[in-house]
């Protein structure tokens, strides 16, 4: 898969809530990052599989939609507001390198900071 139609099959699962087919678009070795403090937060695919079926598709009106979407060789960048992880939507931007056709880092960005 080409690096925009791997986050658009990640996309598409993810409003979708399957997590079968969210996760084969992910690198076995995936690693997640919280920006600007550069924090591990998901090291592996076993640890995106729990974290996404306790925390996130357990929302049924989990939905996100990109606002802005940029192609950079093998990166995707895109900025999004999540509906359904609570009463507000979430702005962040999300960055996803992709290599040998499966999205091996990413890289979130909040739009506003935890305090």
């Not at 969210?22 to 995936?30: G, W």
């Not at 992880?85 to 979130?108: C, K, N, R, Y």
């Amino acid at each position: 898969m080409t690096p925009l139609e791997c986050v658009e099959l990640q996309l598409a699962a993810y409003n979708e809530r399957n997590l079968d087919l969210f996760l084969t678009a992910f690198a076995e070795t995936v690693r997640c990052y919280r920006l600007p403090d550069m924090a591990l937060t998901i090291d592996g695919k076993a640890a995106m599989s729990e974290f996404y079926a306790t925390n996130r598709f357990v929302h049924e009106g989990l939905h996100a939609k990109v606002l802005n979407r940029m192609v950079i060789g093998n990166k995707v960048i895109d900025h999004e507001l999540i509906h359904g992880l609570g009463p507000e939507p979430v702005e962040t931007s999300v960055i996803f390198v992709v290599e040998d056709g499966l999205i091996a880092q990413v890289f979130f960005l909040p739009a506003k900071s935890a305090n």
